[in-house]
């Protein structure tokens, strides 16, 4: 009954479209099989005493079957089978009545007729199609008419049948706008010479100088070139495309993956997506039973990380948001951009914070109560740190220690720290800093989980991964900026190589782990590490930016080796000798194998630091640190 209360009028008046259909369809599969005949005229009256069951029964039918909600305007062919399976249905339902009810007990002879049931199939199938279709048909012509009128460039469509037919769909429905396509360039030999919903598919992508020459010919310029996802496999040479593009002063623009269930929307292309390994499958699904309905509090909200954190979690349906970032114009930032979601229903609140202050965490948090703590506060940059590396210790070891505790003492179901892949055999006091704080979590997590049995215990969990495409501080910006001064392009070192993976599918995975962690079957793993795919080298990376800005390297822009800076080594590793990988059967994700030393030990080392900072030890803080640490080497002083 609460489905049924809730059809619209809509509903009711589809209802009735399709009874009278088939009340017709039944009416005339009779008129054909008995025309000029009067047995014909015979039938009618038992007919008329059929009819009112027959109604009943074909709106049970049209109703379980969905065909009275499915909309009209996006009919395809799912809903053409689910008619023929309506149409099956009741043609079944006449065969019973004629063979088993009607004909033995009232007529003592057939009174339908096998003829007469096989005409009825075929004309309720057309009857419930035809306005459909052509409903169907008559919205297509209206969009693609204001597609092609509202200043829509002429454009080509770059990659694969089933990505244009993903983009021509959207457009037709609108959500795609101001492209015209014209044509569609695939790198498969079997999309050749084919059209895809009335677009040709006019060759290969290295036949776009053919094509554009062509069109101009014609004078019908093509103005833009859209890539869509296969446009950027390996295969397809991605950034040849677009050196001949620019040369054809194309606007190109892609069109991003729909797997994350985003509305398909253009973008500009840029160097980071020819960067892009193949992505990880994210089960979206796991992420939003995680977040949703849940209080979340995410430290450093305003940095690169921090802010798509909150970007996701709000887009996974959290109850309310706590953002705490130390920086004003970083936090204004965030919490005006989650504020124009029109689709966030959220309650957000950010506070200036600096999580080196135990006591204004504690307060916060406190009040907050959070189910879930995001820890992305800390000083990350390696140089600096190197310089000024006792700062790094008060934030990124005491902030995190602040953060966990205040977490614990908040009752939160997990903390999550962003961690980082130089984290692993230290050399920097980035990845020192950081290891220190994963073996206190680490701590933390085990000594929580060998409580008596209860309340399931708190986890802490740390998350490493390696750089983040165009984040604050990323080379990526940085090289950018170079270029558009001219040059030149500082590397550090002709055979540096660096993991790198786009922010978006960092916090996806990131959130991922923190799913993983708070299973009902808790993991012996607190250190989890993303798989970021194949290392990138950097000089690389420079010279396909200055290509794709038009520019030769080495000619037009120089590309000069500064040196390794303090504190960094040539190539990144995934996993120390002393924590092996554990597979944990989660796409993207591995475990690295516990290894902390135990809590009085830590908080020994933890007391030492924090006296030899008051009284300014750099010599105590190294110590107690290598200490801590074995494996550190660095050249910080």
Not at 392 to 398: S, Y
Not at 525 to 553: D, F, K, T
């Amino acid at each position: 009954m609460t489905r049924l209360a809730q059809l619209t009028y809509r509903n009711l008046l589809i209802a009735a479209h399709d009874i009278l259909v088939s009340v017709v369809a039944l009416f005339a599969a009779f008129y054909i099989r008995f025309e000029g005949a009067s047995s014909f005229w015979e039938r009618v009256p038992l007919l008329l005493q059929l009819l009112p069951y027959f109604i009943a029964f074909s709106f049970i039918v049209f109703y379980f079957s969905n065909l009275l909600t499915t909309k009209w305007r996006f009919i395809s062919l799912p809903d053409a089978l689910n008619i023929v399976r309506v149409a099956t249905v009741l043609t079944l339902a006449l065969l019973v009545l004629d063979y088993i009810i009607v004909a033995p007990n009232v007529r003592g002879t057939f009174f339908f007729g096998k003829l007469t049931i096989i005409l009825y199939w075929f004309l309720e199938i057309l009857g419930l199609s035809a306005l459909r279709f052509a409903y169907r048909y008559f919205r297509y012509t209206r969009v693609r008419r204001h597609a092609k009128s509202d200043d829509a460039a002429p454009a080509l469509l770059i990659g694969r049948a089933a990505d244009a037919e993903v983009v021509l769909r959207g457009i037709e429905s609108g959500a795609v706008k101001r492209i015209w396509p014209i044509g569609i360039l695939s790198p498969s030999a079997a999309d050749r010479g084919q059209l895809i919903r009335g677009v040709p598919v006019l060759g290969g992508i290295d036949d776009v100088e053919d094509v554009a020459a062509d069109f101009a010919r014609r004078e019908r310029p093509i103005a833009r070139a859209l890539m869509m996802p296969t446009a950027f496999e390996p295969d397809c040479h991605p950034e040849t495309f677009l050196m001949r593009a620019r040369r054809l002063r194309l606007i190109v623009s892609r069109l991003p993956s729909l797997e994350s269930g985003d509305a398909p929307r253009l973008a500009p292309v840029a160097v980071e997506d020819l960067l892009l390994r193949p992505s990880h499958k994210i089960d979206y699904g796991r992420l939003e039973a995680l977040v949703k309905g849940k209080a979340v509090v995410v430290t450093g909200g305003g940095g690169s990380i921090g802010a798509e954190i909150c970007q996701r979690v709000v887009a996974f349906g959290a109850a309310r948001l706590l953002i705490l970032e130390n920086s004003e114009p970083a936090l204004y930032a965030i919490t005006e951009a989650l504020a124009a979601d029109p689709e966030a229903n959220v309650a957000v609140e950010g506070r200036i914070a600096d999580i080196r202050d135990r006591d204004r965490v504690f307060a916060l948090v406190g009040e907050f109560k959070p189910d879930l703590v995001f820890h992305a506060a800390a000083l990350k940059h390696v140089p600096i740190l190197e310089r000024d590396w006792s700062e790094g210790v008060k934030t990124n070891i005491f902030g995190s220690i602040n953060v966990a505790d205040a977490a614990m003492a908040a009752g939160a179901e997990a903390m999550v720290m962003i961690s980082t892949d130089k984290a692993i055999e230290p050399v920097s006091m980035l990845g020192l800093t950081k290891r220190f704080a994963e073996m206190y979590c680490q701590a933390l997590d085990r000594q929580l989980a060998e409580r008596p049995a209860g309340r399931p215990p708190m986890r802490l969990i740390s998350v490493r991964f390696g750089n983040v495409l165009a984040s604050n501080g990323s080379v990526v910006p940085k090289f950018k900026a170079q270029i558009e001064a001219g040059g030149p392009v500082t590397v550090t070192h002709p055979d540096m190589v660096r993991y790198f993976m786009t922010i978006r599918e960092a916090c996806d995975l990131v959130i991922t782990a923190a799913s993983h962690a708070l299973a009902p079957q808790r993991p012996d793993v607190s250190v989890y590490v993303l798989n970021m795919g194949q290392p990138v080298r950097i000089v690389e990376l420079a010279e396909r930016m200055i290509r794709l800005s038009g520019l030769q390297p080495g000619y037009d822009i120089e590309i000069k080796f500064t040196g390794i800076r303090p504190g960094e080594r040539l190539n990144e590793i995934l996993f120390a000798s002393e924590e092996p990988p554990v597979e944990i059967g989660v796409a993207g994700i591995m475990a690295a194998t516990p290894n902390e030393p135990p809590m009085p030990t830590l908080k020994a080392w933890i007391a030492a630091l924090d006296q030899a900072i008051t009284r300014n030890d750099p010599v105590t803080i190294k110590s107690v640190l290598k200490d801590a640490v074995p494996e550190f080497g660095s050249s910080a002083a």
